[in-house]
């Protein structure tokens, strides 16, 4: 929780102040009430009182009870401001953190762990945080203050009051004890559940196509269950505790009547009968302050061990220091722009035993466009992704305009690369805005040329038939466009930032022949300066590259041109062979074949 305080700033640090002292206002009205009570009931039992005199006791005693009831309206006000703006500055800073993180860093802890972390456990925090000023500070000052005036009186009485709040305090570390270690349980769980929630809905459509939906339904029963049993075994606990106070509440007052009953008889006179009498009702209204002080530490226990959880596991995301550290170069060398070169690159996943790239070296100029083929698993995607450094080379160096990458700012690295990824991704919002999405320091997008990249990218045609043209809807995760459509538009933002270098990750595998065709053309005579690094499992894509680089099990089994792998390399050709025909790979004209628009 010191973690939580540290994010306060000296406003939030007045309201505390503030709150403090109208709790403490607040508990010195309500321990004054029963003294005002013990006043009228001597008044009222001697019969020596006059009316005025009642009411006047009684007005004092009203007014001490609306007194108390506007400090805890507004120490319930600083406390939800408090709250809002803590909660308001660790979802900032866990999702800011998360925007660093690096792939393996974002692995480890799962997309639907960092999401519940985001949600679920800064709400826990916040509502600590909110209840937490009105019963943290308030039921450990009532509790002392309640305690000081109960031992001005008779002593039986604090006995009874001592032995009541002793089994207060076993029973709350019994149950905390038992409890707490399920509240860590009860937010692993929860990730749980959301991971199965959410892949369930991000595969819905193989879920139906394969009829899958009631193994969905027992994995997410199981989860659910897990959950379900958990929360049962913590609410049934914290359960016990209201009937619990209450049983000792309801028995310590019996037990002050019980007493008082005893003292009143064994006293001789009138008098000192109705002074205690008077001293046992004001005595009740103090235990019964005490009491209320420790059900207000129940509730604390009741919230508290799960906001601890919560702390932590926020705290787990904050402490995570990326493995993709930012260099200090914001810009390359003069002259060396668009350049790309591997030397001796080796890689291999965290806490993986076997290496997926193994030795790979090569270098693309200024212009020229280096292809990557190869079967599933060669290493093909994980090469490229290791441009943009997301994720570091294990071995070996990776330069970028001469340049080692490890050097350049992440920012300036990647304000060089264009990058479409081998799922599109689109965002919610326009055509226009996804296609206008990350603009580079410095440079604004105009909306001429947000229309040009589009054109580049063969997608003016579908994009000025949609409504809206190039202000059309775009859902999330783009499933109102085709396959086809998507590879398009997130070509078109990678265009339309104007980088030195390109990379396309199978981008293209989701278009026909001919719009594959005519895109590369375009692409090649529109950005004839910049580097391109493909990745593609089509040999039509590839075959007029000006470096063609063969990947089996991570290692370089060919490289070269087109014509010089399928003199040299059995590996290329048998990938050549498998798709076209030896009239097609012999002849120049168009491939032919199908695709998906």
């Known amino acids: 929780m010191l973690r939580v305080f540290k994010t306060l700033k000296w406003k939030e640090w007045i309201y505390i102040l503030l709150g403090v ?12 009430m029963p003294d005002y009570m013990e006043e009228i009931t001597k008044l009222a039992v001697s019969g ?10 009684g007005a004092l005693m ?5 007194g108390s009831a506007g400090s805890s309206m507004l120490v319930g006000y600083f406390a939800a401001r408090i709250a809002a703006a803590v909660s308001f500055r660790l979802r900032s800073a866990v999702f800011g953190q998360v925007e660093n993180f690096s792939m393996e860093e974002i692995n480890r802890f799962s997309t639907a762990s960092l999401i519940t972390r985001t949600t679920n456990d800064i709400q826990q925090v916040q509502m600590v945080i909110s209840m937490g000023l009105q019963i943290m500070v308030k039921s450990p000052i009532l509790a002392v203050w309640a305690i000081c005036k109960i031992l001005a009186r008779n002593w039986q009485w604090s006995v009874s009051t001592a032995v009541a709040v002793g089994v207060m305090v076993v029973m709350l570390l019994f149950i905390f004890l038992a409890v707490f270690p399920k509240f860590r349980l009860v937010q692993k769980l929860t990730d749980n559940l ?17 009829n899958a939906e009631e193994y969905q339904q027992k994995k997410f029963e199981k989860a659910n269950r897990d959950l379900t049993k958990t929360q049962l075994f913590t609410s049934r606990a914290m359960a016990i505790m209201m009937p619990m106070m209450t049983m000792i509440m309801s028995g310590l007052t019996l037990a002050i009547y019980w007493v008082g009953a005893y003292l009143i008889d064994d006293l001789p006179t009138g008098a000192e009968r109705y002074e205690t009498f008077a001293q046992m009702s004001a005595f009740s209204g103090y235990s019964m302050q005490v009491v209320a002080a420790f059900m207000m530490l129940a509730m604390i226990f009741i919230i508290l061990p799960r906001a601890m959880v919560s702390v932590r596991r926020i705290g787990e995301v904050l402490d995570t220091k990326t493995s993709i550290s930012d260099g200090k170069l914001s810009a390359s060398p003069k002259g060396a722009e668009g350049t790309v070169e591997f030397r001796n690159v080796s890689f291999k ?5 076997e290496y997926v790239l193994k030795n790979l070296s090569f270098k693309a100029e200024k212009g020229q466009t280096v292809a990557f083929i190869g079967s599933t698993g060669s290493g093909k995607t994980t090469a490229v992704n290791l441009v943009p450094r997301f994720y570091d080379a294990t071995e070996g160096e990776i330069l970028v305009d001469g340049v080692n990458v ?3 700012t992440l920012r300036a690295l990647h304000d060089k690369i264009g990058y479409v990824p081998q799922r599109a991704v689109l965002f919610s ?7 206008a999405y990350g603009a580079k320091d410095g440079m604004e997008f105009t909306e001429e040329g947000v229309k040009d990249a589009v054109r580049i990218a063969q997608g003016q045609e579908f994009v000025e038939k949609m409504d809206g043209s190039y202000r059309a809807h775009i859902a999330r995760g783009g499933t109102n466009v085709s396959g086809g459509q998507k590879q398009r538009i997130a070509i078109a933002r990678a265009v339309c930032r104007k980088p030195e270098i390109y990379i396309f990750d199978d981008s293209f595998s989701a278009l026909d022949y001919k719009t594959d065709r005519m895109l590369r053309t375009a692409l090649k005579k529109e950005t004839g300066g910049a580097t391109s690094l493909i990745v593609a499992q089509r040999i039509g894509t590839i075959r007029e590259a ?19 792998l399928m003199k040299t390399c059995e590996v290329y050709r048998e990938i050549a062979y498998s798709q076209l025909s030896k009239q097609e790979l012999e002849g120049n004209g168009e491939v032919s074949g199908h695709g998906v628009n």
């Open 21 to 32: 002292g109208f709790i403490i206002l607040q508990v010195w009205l309500d321990l004054t």
């Open 349 to 353: 996943y965290p806490d993986a035993s």
């Open 546 to 564: 000006d470096q063609i680089i063969v990947l089996e099990e991570g290692e370089v089994v060919g490289q070269g041109t087109h014509d010089e």
């Open 48 to 57: 020596a009182a006059t009316g005025g005199e009642i009411w006047k006791n």
């Open 429 to 435: 919002g326009t055509v226009e805005s996804n296609v």
């Open 194 to 210: 959301n991971g199965v929630t959410r892949e369930n809905l991000t595969g819905v459509r193989v879920v139906r196509a394969y």
């Open 62 to 66: 009203l007014g001490c009870a609306l």
């Open 406 to 408: 490890k050097e350049y």
